[in-house]
T-cell receptor, first 112, second 113 residues
């Protein structure tokens, strides 16, 4: 079953912050975050594993709440280049071999 | 840089044709995946492989098969193409292990008429 992403879409002004959520109905082992620009392949942003809580750097970071089976991606002081569709991909076992289940995506539009 | 190359960017095929989509990666990755991407549905896993000649069904394998005869190449086969298989197909690869993200190819946009 696909993880649920929210919101489906968000429009921001440059410099504003955004939070994208990803929730699973199954116990998570890992959560990946990707960004896809129109007409391009998804690009890996970061991975969070069971047992870890927070990752990333100042501008783009993510958290992983095992108890709630959810992850959130934080985009701080957004830039025009952050526009795109963000996908979370969830893994339910270790080793990386099983294939991720992706959410339907969150469309992020950053306006000047 | 890891590169995942999909042989065709655009393909148009007729209903009933057998269609081959090819994917090659150049970084010796063990794992390879095929996804299809449709508007509003996200990426859905068709098949994956963690080793040569090994294959596993994903969430939507019906109407598809795969072949992995060499480590670097993973082929997706549409046995008898149908219009509901019109989609963007994305190939990805990753090494074995927990800490690696997927590297995606640029995709093949397949139209079945």
């Amino acid at each position: 079953q696909q993880p649920v992403q929210s919101p489906q879409a968000v429009i921001l002004r440059e410099g504003e912050d955004a939070v994208i959520n990803c929730s699973s109905s199954k116990a998570l082992y890992s959560v990946h975050w990707y960004r896809q620009k129109h007409g391009e392949a998804p690009v890996f942003l970061m991975i969070l594993l069971k047992g870890g809580e927070q990752k990333g750097h100042e501008k783009i970071s993510a958290s992983f709440n095992e108890k709630k089976q959810q992850s959130s991606l934080y985009l701080t002081a957004s830039q025009l280049s952050y526009s795109g569709t963000y996908f979370c991909g969830t893994g339910y076992s270790g080793g990386g071999a099983d294939g991720l289940t992706f959410g339907k995506g969150t469309h992020l539009i950053i306006q000047p | 840089d890891v590169k995942v190359t999909q042989s065709s960017r655009y393909l148009v095929k007729r209903t009933g044709e057998k269609v081959f989509l090819e994917c090659v990666q150049d970084m010796d990755h063990e794992n390879m995946f095929w996804y299809r991407q449709d508007p509003g549905l996200g990426l859905r896993l068709i098949y994956f492989s963690y080793d040569v000649k090994m294959k596993e069904k994903g969430d939507i394998p019906e109407g598809y098969s795969v072949s992995r005869e060499k480590k670097e190449r993973f082929s997706l086969i549409l046995e008898s193409a149908s219009t509901n298989q019109t989609s963007m197909y994305l190939c990805a690869s990753t090494p074995l292990g927990d800490n690696y993200g997927y590297t995606f190819g640029s995709g093949t946009r397949l139209t079945v008429v």
